[in-house]
């Protein structure tokens, strides 16, 4: 029975040393722009429908790998958001997601600078944000 107990909390220590989540923000779209503006980054948003197989595969499989997720946290204010509610119906519109997943790359006042429309893997994920802070130091 140790031993079974033993290594159960052993894999689930192992567990959690390899997993974390990209730190997404509670409040709203503007509350997040600002917090960007705050901390001079870049906004990371991921543009989800809830009946969306490809959407739940990113949240479940990549952004919780720590490599994503200490990149992300370190370098953006991220978001995610449901878009057939609330105010996502309205962002929907205005940055006419017709594919989902869809990730933006914003700045902080809203502008894309870059998106990927539907699922990618961790390394592409890294490259494409990697790519968006290029250009927003290009752009300054």
Avoid: H
Wanted: glycine content about 6%; proline content about 2%; some cysteine.
């Amino acid at each position: 029975m140790k031993t079974i107990l033993s290594t159960l909390i052993g894999a689930l220590i192992c567990a959690t040393g390899f997993s974390q989540n990209i730190d997404f923000q509670e409040g709203t779209f503007e509350q997040v722009l600002a917090k960007a503006k705050r901390e001079n980054k870049l906004v990371f948003m991921d543009c989800y429908t809830v009946w969306c197989g490809p959407c739940k595969k990113l949240a479940k499989e990549v952004f919780p790998q720590k490599k994503v997720s200490t990149f992300f946290n370190d370098n953006y204010v991220s978001l995610t958001m449901d878009m057939e509610k609330g105010e996502g119906i309205e962002l929907a519109q205005y940055y006419n997601i017709t594919a989902y997943p869809t990730l933006l790359f914003l700045d902080a006042s809203g502008e894309v600078v870059d998106r990927i429309e539907g699922a990618v893997d961790a390394d592409r994920l890294i490259e494409k944000g990697k790519a968006a802070l290029n250009r927003k130091k290009q752009s300054e």
